[in-house]
């Protein structure tokens, strides 16, 4: 692999690798000094979701090129390594997870069977790494726990000298939330909440119960914002209980978390959702009780831990910290006057964790500059580039440069794939792996979750805004530099609904990123070029990808914009064409009112012009049949044929 990283450490520095691989997002992260040099998940080498299937029998399959790439993003190889921390404490998730359910999988969690072939593993995990860099590194390895991982991977990289810890997720051995205080270079516990009381858990549960299964809880997010949270406000809270005490519980005889079983749920909301059936209103509700419940659990344990510690900041890690929804609440009305969340908050973000364990708190050293992005894995030299784009077409961009260029097709209605430096660490496409697309266009949700990312109707998309103008398009309330992750659903401003409707959920929200001229300089002129052309500061962008991990590579890019149709890729310098010499290529319906409508996709005789009615000048597109207009036609909602009929003029011609 080719890295644009050039990094080397100096003789005096000490190296410390952290790994994570126990249940899912496998991971690697190195620092240096306390600074990171590299950190990346799996799944975008071996394109394999989550880097692997979270079973009990596969924790020692290690994150092999994770590892790989931070060695060589360094310049260094195994012996130079000072210590390596690994995100679970295996004896601890024996000793306290077997015996805990009344129901459980013969032979898998919280069995005795399952729980002991896990412990059996893990242990294995030393050697297996040995045999991978060549070298006994036994003497360098650490077990450490898994939410000691969570909550110093976001205290040790915050901007805060002392705070709050929260951290909440499924499970780590056995306890599923755990709450804390940092002060400088250590961190401690005050309390600990185990399995089975798990809101982590409740949603990884209720995710499979409407049918979108273990990784769903994203879908679920955004599906709540469609929905009646008073309808099953009450069912869920039969067995879901919080207060201001610090407690959290949850009825596992009611949601039978480690058996495939789901008759207590239905119960209280009715048949089980299969993933092929329909999405109805019902559903919709239950989305946003789970949401409302999981907003209230979060600011109780935020009051408790605000009146426990007196502290005035909240640090909060955990999967369940990816929940942009309960994070911008508890921004702006929490108990809090600032928070900081971990962008990597999810399991991969453990890596993180170990490395900044064994460095502040292990060996006692300072904290260095907080975590201000997380532009962390591989770059790739344009050389690199050249294979995968050969013999695709080249648009020159110009004098203005490919900003400029991009910013030009996003404003007429086109979706761009921009690939450009170094990889983001986290789950959050942040302007470096990105599809990009104009804001101002509510088509172009259906357009992208439909036709391009091929996902459900109701997912709803980020804006990357310029960070000087977000107060002026969103009510950001409270300072939060978690905006500049991704991780905060925050209201539109009132004067600017309508405005940009592809990026407005249903329920006025926006899931936005702040981008700033330091931290991305390319994406900020972009951004800025599109602000010029268009007077608005902000672009829609989702993550790169289709069905898939987030790309990676310059020929996953390149794989991607052909299975999914994207005609324009922005990689390095360049800006390529796919439908340069391949008429008929892509099947993205690109249309607006008032700026400009383009449709393109057959290849039968008989073809269509389409011009813009606000300009009357033509607009650049392939020819398309009469037959592949009808069956796009057929797609379009009644509103979306009306804008369509009102923007362009169709006039047919013959070859």
């Given at each position: 692999?080719?890295?644009?990283?050039?990094?080397?450490?100096r003789p005096?520095?000490?190296?410390?690798?952290?790994?994570?691989s126990?249940?899912?997002e496998s991971?690697?992260?190195?620092i240096?000094?306390?600074?990171v040099?590299?950190?990346?998940?799996?799944?975008?080498?071996?394109?394999v979701?989550h880097?692997k299937?979270a079973t009990?029998t596969n924790p020692?399959?290690?994150?092999?090129?994770?590892i790989?790439?931070?060695?060589?993003a360094?310049?260094?190889?195994?012996a130079d390594?000072d210590?390596?921390g690994?995100?679970?404490?295996?004896?601890k998730?024996?000793a306290f997870?077997?015996?805990?359910?009344?129901?459980?999988t013969?032979?898998?969690a919280?069995?005795?069977e399952?729980?002991?072939?896990f412990?059996?593993?893990?242990?294995?995990?030393p050697?297996?790494l040995?045999?991978?860099?060549?070298?006994?590194?036994?003497?360098?390895?650490r077990?450490?726990?898994h939410?000691?991982?969570?909550?110093?991977?976001?205290?040790?990289?915050s901007p805060?000298?002392e705070?709050?810890?929260?951290?909440?997720?499924g499970?780590?051995?056995?306890?599923s939330?755990w709450?804390?205080?940092g002060?400088?270079?250590?961190?401690?516990?005050?309390?600990?909440?185990?399995?089975?009381?798990?809101?982590?858990?409740l949603w990884?549960?209720?995710s499979?119960f409407?049918?979108?299964?273990?990784?769903?809880q994203?879908?679920v997010?955004?599906?709540?914002g469609?929905g009646?949270?008073?309808?099953?406000?009450?069912a869920?809270?039969?067995?879901?209980d919080y207060?201001?005490?610090g407690?959290f519980?949850?009825d596992s005889?009611?949601?039978?978390y480690r058996v495939?079983?789901?008759?207590?749920?239905?119960r209280?909301f009715?048949?089980?959702?299969?993933?092929?059936?329909?999405?109805?209103g019902?559903?919709e509700?239950?989305?946003?009780?789970l949401?409302r419940?999981?907003?209230?659990a979060l600011?109780?344990?935020a009051?408790?831990?605000?009146?426990?510690?007196?502290?005035?900041?909240?640090?909060?890690?955990?999967g369940?910290?990816?929940?942009?929804v309960?994070?911008g609440?508890?921004?702006d009305?929490g108990?809090f006057?600032?928070?900081f969340?971990?962008?990597a908050?999810?399991?991969a973000?453990?890596a993180?964790?170990a490395?900044?364990?064994?460095?502040n708190?292990v060996?006692?050293?300072?904290?260095?500059?907080?975590?201000d992005?997380?532009?962390?894995g591989p770059?790739f030299a344009?050389?690199?580039?050249d294979e995968?784009?050969?013999?695709?077409?080249?648009?020159?961009v110009?004098a203005?440069?490919?900003?400029s260029?991009?910013?030009r097709?996003?404003?007429?209605?086109?979706?761009v794939?921009?690939?450009?430096?170094?990889?983001?660490f986290g789950?959050?496409?942040l302007?470096n792996r990105?599809i990009?697309?104009?804001?101002?266009?509510?088509?172009?949700?259906?357009?992208i979750n439909?036709?391009?990312k091929h996902?459900?109707y109701?997912?709803?998309?980020?804006?990357s805004?310029?960070d000087e103008?977000?107060s002026a398009?969103?009510?950001?309330?409270?300072p939060?530099?978690?905006?500049?992750?991704?991780?905060?659903a925050?209201k539109v401003r009132?004067?600017?609904?309508?405005?940009?409707?592809?990026v407005t959920?249903?329920?006025g929200?926006c899931r936005?990123?702040?981008?700033?001229?330091?931290?991305?300089?390319?994406?900020?002129?972009?951004?800025?070029?599109?602000k010029?052309?268009?007077?608005?500061?902000?672009?829609?962008?989702?993550?790169?990808?289709?069905?898939?991990?987030i790309i990676c590579r310059?020929?996953d890019?390149v794989?991607?914009?052909?299975k999914?149709g994207i005609?324009?890729?922005?990689?390095g310098?360049?800006?390529v064409?796919?439908q340069?010499?391949?008429p008929?290529?892509?099947?993205?319906l690109?249309?607006?009112?008032?700026?400009?409508t383009?449709?393109?996709?057959?290849?039968?005789?008989?073809?269509?012009a389409?011009?813009?009615?606000?300009t009357?000048?033509a607009v650049e597109?392939?020819e398309?049949?009469?037959?592949?207009?009808?069956?796009?036609l057929?797609h379009?909602?009644?509103?979306?044929?009306?804008?369509?009929?009102q923007?362009?003029?169709?006039?047919?011609?013959s070859?």
């Amino acid at each position: 692999m080719e890295s644009g990283t050039t990094f080397r450490p100096r003789p005096e520095a000490i190296l410390v690798l952290g790994l994570n691989s126990a249940y899912h997002e496998s991971s690697a992260c190195l620092i240096c000094n306390g600074r990171v040099v590299a950190a990346a998940e799996e799944e975008r080498f071996n394109r394999v979701r989550h880097g692997k299937r979270a079973t009990l029998t596969n924790p020692h399959e290690l994150p092999v090129q994770a590892i790989r790439y931070c060695l060589e993003a360094a310049g260094i190889t195994a012996a130079d390594l000072d210590l390596i921390g690994y995100s679970i404490s295996p004896d601890k998730r024996l000793a306290f997870n077997v015996g805990l359910d009344e129901e459980t999988t013969p032979g898998l969690a919280g069995t005795a069977e399952g729980e002991g072939l896990f412990h059996r593993l893990l242990l294995l995990i030393p050697q297996r790494l040995s045999s991978l860099l060549g070298e006994d590194v036994s003497r360098k390895f650490r077990w450490i726990d898994h939410h000691l991982c969570h909550a110093a991977s976001v205290f040790f990289v915050s901007p805060f000298d002392e705070a709050a810890v929260l951290s909440v997720d499924g499970i780590g051995e056995s306890t599923s939330t755990w709450m804390g205080i940092g002060r400088g270079n250590h961190i401690e516990a005050c309390r600990e909440i185990r399995y089975p009381n798990s809101l982590g858990f409740l949603w990884t549960k209720l995710s499979r119960f409407l049918g979108f299964g273990p990784y769903g809880q994203w879908k679920v997010m955004g599906l709540a914002g469609y929905g009646d949270s008073d309808r099953y406000y009450q069912a869920f809270r039969k067995f879901v209980d919080y207060d201001n005490s610090g407690g959290f519980a949850v009825d596992s005889r009611t949601l039978q978390y480690r058996v495939d079983k789901y008759d207590a749920l239905e119960r209280l909301f009715g048949p089980r959702r299969a993933p092929e059936d329909h999405i109805d209103g019902r559903h919709e509700d239950i989305a946003a009780a789970l949401q409302r419940v999981t907003n209230e659990a979060l600011f109780s344990l935020a009051a408790f831990l605000k009146e426990r510690t007196g502290m005035k900041r909240l640090c909060l890690a955990g999967g369940v910290a990816l929940n942009c929804v309960a994070n911008g609440l508890l921004v702006d009305q929490g108990p809090f006057d600032e928070v900081f969340i971990q962008p990597a908050a999810n399991d991969a973000g453990t890596a993180l964790g170990a490395c900044f364990y064994l460095w502040n708190q292990v060996l006692g050293n300072h904290r260095a500059a907080a975590l201000d992005h997380v532009y962390l894995g591989p770059e790739f030299a344009e050389a690199s580039s050249d294979e995968p784009l050969c013999g695709e077409g080249f648009v020159p961009v110009g004098a203005d440069g490919l900003e400029s260029a991009v910013a030009r097709l996003i404003a007429r209605g086109e979706v761009v794939a921009w690939f450009q430096g170094r990889m983001e660490f986290g789950p959050r496409a942040l302007g470096n792996r990105s599809i990009l697309a104009d804001p101002r266009r509510a088509e172009i949700v259906h357009c992208i979750n439909d036709r391009i990312k091929h996902r459900e109707y109701f997912r709803p998309f980020a804006a990357s805004v310029l960070d000087e103008y977000a107060s002026a398009w969103f009510e950001v309330g409270r300072p939060c530099p978690s905006d500049a992750f991704m991780l905060c659903a925050r209201k539109v401003r009132q004067d600017r609904l309508g405005s940009i409707p592809a990026v407005t959920h249903v329920d006025g929200t926006c899931r936005l990123q702040r981008v700033c001229r330091d931290t991305n300089p390319r994406y900020h002129r972009l951004i800025s070029e599109f602000k010029r052309l268009t007077g608005v500061p902000l672009v829609l962008n989702t993550s790169f990808n289709d069905s898939e991990p987030i790309i990676c590579r310059p020929r996953d890019a390149v794989n991607t914009c052909r299975k999914a149709g994207i005609r324009y890729l922005a990689v390095g310098d360049r800006l390529v064409d796919f439908q340069a010499g391949r008429p008929g290529f892509g099947k993205t319906l690109a249309y607006s009112n008032p700026v400009g409508t383009e449709v393109r996709r057959g290849q039968d005789d008989g073809g269509l012009a389409l011009a813009d009615s606000n300009t009357s000048t033509a607009v650049e597109s392939p020819e398309v049949t009469v037959s592949a207009l009808e069956r796009i036609l057929g797609h379009l909602t009644d509103a979306e044929r009306a804008a369509l009929q009102q923007s362009v003029k169709i006039a047919f011609r013959s070859r």
